[in-house]
Structures are given as structure tokens and as C-alpha cells.
């Protein structure tokens, strides 16, 4: 919750004290994901009892680049699967995915993160770093096999 009282996150996880040493219980770092994409889930589990997440298409890892006067890390792609949303996109092998919809992406898994928690058909803008400079790619999200 926030200051205000308003639910902000799920809890999902706790990490606890690792080890055989006979221990148990939280060490204070808790993970959460959004609220809205719990009500996102949860409205499609009403709906027909099964879930599904958005699909962007792309194999990625951390990476890093320069336009010349700044440096940024984010999602690198080194591969689109055919017949995806990626795909159907202007999003090259190489470019570096540093945020969609001006939410920052610092990696592969941010980048996962952020899709997933998007809705299937919306559409976003990926600001991506390619030949030194920051572009913007536009890509409509799928799920899986569309």
C-alpha cells in the first residue's frame, strides 16, 4: 500500500534467510507485482479461467550503447522470432530497447517485465538506441502464437 492507503502492489515473494542453519523467516525484501497487472490477470481468469501475457517477440540480454553524448543500458536484441509483433515492427537485431512508453528499461528482464505487464493488442513506443542514435519504433503486443 501507499501513504495514502490505495493498494499499489501483490506480494509474490520473500526472500528469507538462506542456508541450513536452522533459521527460518523473512530478511525485510518482499516482490510485488503491480497492482494493475493483478487486475489485469484477474479479470481474464474471470473471464474464461485462464491467463495470458503480452508478447513483444524478441531474444534479448543486457547491453549498452552511445549516442555520442550519452551512454544507456537496456534490453539489446539479437533476435526476432518470425510472424511476431517484433517482427511485424521496424525493431532490428542490435537495436537497444532502453524504454517503452517512457517507462525505463535497464535490461532483459525489465524488459520483460514491462511487456508482461501490458495489455494484449495495445500499442507502445520503444525507444531504442541504433547507429548511435535514440529512435522511436512503434510495436502493437500480441500473445504467444497469434
Do not use: K
Not at 492507503?5 to 520473500?14: E, H, P
Not at 507485482?33 to 493483478?38: D, E, L, M, Y
Not at 540480454?61 to 511485424?88: K, L
Amino acid at each position: 500500500m501507499d501513504a495514502a492507503g490505495q493498494v499499489i502492489g501483490i506480494n509474490t515473494a520473500i526472500a528469507g534467510i538462506p542456508g541450513g542453519s536452522g533459521q527460518v523467516g523473512s530478511i525485510g525484501l518482499g516482490f510485488a507485482i503491480p497492482s494493475s497487472t493483478a487486475m489485469m490477470i484477474a479479470e481474464q481468469l474471470q473471464e474464461d479461467g485462464t491467463a495470458e501475457h503480452s508478447f513483444l517477440g524478441v531474444t534479448s540480454t543486457d547491453g549498452s550503447a552511445s549516442d555520442g553524448e550519452a551512454s544507456y543500458r537496456g534490453a539489446e536484441v539479437v533476435g526476432i522470432e518470425p510472424d511476431s509483433p517484433a517482427a511485424g515492427s521496424d525493431l532490428q537485431d542490435g537495436d537497444l530497447i532502453i524504454g517503452v512508453d517512457e517507462i525505463p528499461v535497464g535490461g532483459a528482464a525489465a524488459l520483460t517485465g514491462v511487456v508482461r505487464g501490458l495489455e494484449i493488442g495495445s500499442s507502445h513506443q520503444l525507444e531504442v538506441v541504433r547507429d548511435g542514435t535514440v529512435q522511436t519504433v512503434e510495436v502493437t503486443l500480441g500473445t504467444r502464437g497469434d
